[in-house]
């Protein structure tokens, strides 16, 4: 059922809507219709996992050393390196459900924000990496099952446009491509949220019945 949610009075994890999922596990599902093996599909997953991490990181570094020339290739290999294995990634290789759709975000991380400050620094409003922008969300929108990630994502980014205002970073037809971004990144994302409303308010409803509980949400 595509419309599916669990029940959230069940206490089986609240709410959790199966179909952005479908992106996920579809490539899985064609896999093991060729006969690939368990063993085999976690081999490539873990390949794809730690390589994307890599290049998306690489990649996406290249856009905030852009006029330093060479100097720093060295450290943009170090530091891709250091993203894609460290104690998380390596976490994720003994994580109890196996590959999991959670972590699908990681290693688009890198191109987000690389991304959303390439577009606001250089082109017209609706360019290229506007573009790549709305494949970038809607790709991570697959760990938005987890409502925790999609929040998250939000106040990361407010963080980073207030850096990029702080710095006083050149911006040509900021209003406009503002609009442009939100409208992208909303009209890609919020058809996994909007179904799961529902469960965000018996969820908001839990975490705010006392002061404790906000807290430890906040921590967590």
């Known amino acids: 059922n595509m419309f599916y949610t669990w029940n959230p009075w069940s206490g089986a994890g609240a709410f959790l809507q199966f179909f952005p999922y479908a992106l996920y596990y579809f490539p899985f599902y064609i896999l093991s219709a060729l006969s690939i093996s368990p063993s085999g599909q976690s081999v490539l997953y873990f390949f794809i996992f730690l390589s994307g991490s890599y290049l998306s990181f690489f990649l996406a570094s290249k856009t905030f050393t852009s ?5 720093t290739f060295e450290l943009r290999l170090l530091l891709s390196l ?5 104690p998380y990634t390596l976490y994720a290789f003994t ?3 196996g590959y999991s759709p959670f972590l699908a975000l990681y290693p688009l991380i890198p191109l987000i924000f690389g991304l959303t400050y390439f577009y606001f620094r250089n082109g017209p409003i609706i360019s290229k990496s506007l573009m790549g ?4 969300f809607f790709l991570s929108n697959i760990a938005f099952g987890n409502f925790s990630f999609f929040v998250s994502l939000i106040f990361f980014l407010i963080l980073f446009f207030t850096l990029f205002f702080i710095l006083k970073f050149d911006c040509n037809k900021l209003f406009y491509k503002i609009i442009a971004y939100l409208s992208i990144f909303f009209g890609v994302t919020l ?3 909007l179904p799961s409303l529902n469960g965000l308010l018996y969820t908001y409803s839990t975490i705010t019945s006392s002061a404790a509980n906000l807290g430890n949400w906040i921590l967590y």
């Open 95 to 97: 994580y109890t459900w």
């Open 133 to 136: 922008l709305g494949v970038i």
């Open 67 to 71: 006029t330093h020339g060479n100097r």
């Open 191 to 193: 058809w996994t949220v």
């Open 82 to 86: 250091i993203y894609a294995i460290n």
